[in-house]
């Protein structure tokens, strides 16, 4: 198991909020860092890795790394409130304490695209597993070719992490957002996030990755728009969300054909799942 080094994987870790900030309505951001020091030696995870947050007596969550993974000794997870267990964990306040497991399953494979020009699409949430990948590319910039990340949402206000868009193009990001409803102050683009991939300038197909994250029919749509563009199945990456319990490709809950999510992805080569997208959780 990649990086699971602090524990067992079945035995939780406990870590405290050390900080919580809502980023846009009922989506929140927590910094969690481990109460044992011995925990904290053992720090490290890879961007697109998940964690299975744990709160007694509800449940067990995966939830993505969102954070720097050069930071410290805090582990920073950007939750939407769905259910039970993000329902309770929207109710904790800085200070309490929850169980973690992980980091768990393959991560964005930035080291293969060293040299390479990059287009990130996210919708949604979807950009919470991609801003460590971000932080990544910031600072490694000068080892990749044009990156572009095309965010879309709902409407302007429910743009994820839109403060830090300026500080992200300024550290040599192209940053498109786009939104389904404009409100009247709105600026930027309208329209679903395949508009821009079509329009986007590509200079070099052959050397261009395409990386999604989001609703699966959003992704659908983006590889098609990415084929279109000359860009082929081996460098398109998907990060795929399924019901998950074990997190360690045992249980079987998140499997996908031969492949279970949680261990084999959450990130994959598109032409590894491309003909299983239509299989929705066991
Ligand atoms: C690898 C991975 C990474 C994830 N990263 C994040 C993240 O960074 N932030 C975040 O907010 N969420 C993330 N999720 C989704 C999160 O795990 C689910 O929303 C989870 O079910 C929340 O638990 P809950 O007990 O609050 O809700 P539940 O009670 O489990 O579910 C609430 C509702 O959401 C539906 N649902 C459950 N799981 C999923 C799913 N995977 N996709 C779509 N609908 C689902 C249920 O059917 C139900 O209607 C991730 C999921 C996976 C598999």
Redesign the pocket.
């Known amino acids: 198991m990649p990086c699971m080094t602090m524990s067992s994987f079945w035995q939780p870790v406990s870590m405290r909020i050390e900080g919580i900030q809502t980023e846009i309505d009922g989506v929140f951001t927590y910094d969690l860092r481990f109460t044992k020091s011995a925990d904290r030696t053992s720090y490290h995870f890879e961007p697109g890795q998940?964690n299975m947050l744990y709160l007694p007596g509800v449940?067990e969550?995966?939830?993505?790394l969102?954070g720097d993974r050069m930071a410290e000794s805090v582990w920073r997870?950007?939750?939407?409130v769905?259910?039970?267990?993000?329902?309770t964990l929207s109710r904790c306040r800085v200070g309490d304490t929850l169980g973690v497991r992980g980091p768990f399953?393959q991560g964005w494979p930035i080291d293969a695209w060293v040299g390479d020009d990059i287009v990130l699409v996210a919708g949604g949430?979807g950009l919470?597993?991609m801003r460590p990948v971000i932080y990544e590319f910031l600072r490694r910039r000068a080892e990749f070719g044009q990156i572009t990340l095309i965010h879309g949402a709902r409407t302007p206000e429910t743009l994820l992490y839109s403060t830090e868009h300026a500080g992200w193009e300024r550290g040599g990001i192209v940053v498109q957002a786009t939104v389904d409803r404009a409100s009247s102050t709105w600026r930027g683009h309208q329209g679903v996030v395949t508009l821009l991939l079509d329009r986007l300038s590509i200079a070099r197909p052959q050397r261009t990755h395409v990386a999604m994250c989001g609703p699966e029919i959003m992704m659908r749509y983006a590889a098609i728009s990415a084929a279109r563009r000359g860009i082929s199945d081996e460098r398109m990456w998907v990060s795929l969300?399924?019901?998950?319990q074990c997190a360690a490709g045992l249980c079987g809950h998140?499997q996908l054909g031969p492949m279970f999510?949680c261990k084999d992805g959450?990130v994959f080569r598109a032409d590894r799942v491309h003909s299983l997208l239509a299989v929705e959780a066991l």
């Open positions: 998940f449940g969550a995966a939830i993505s969102s997870h950007t939750v939407r769905a259910g039970r267990v993000t329902h399953g949430i919470a597993p969300e399924r019901n998950m998140c999510v959450p």
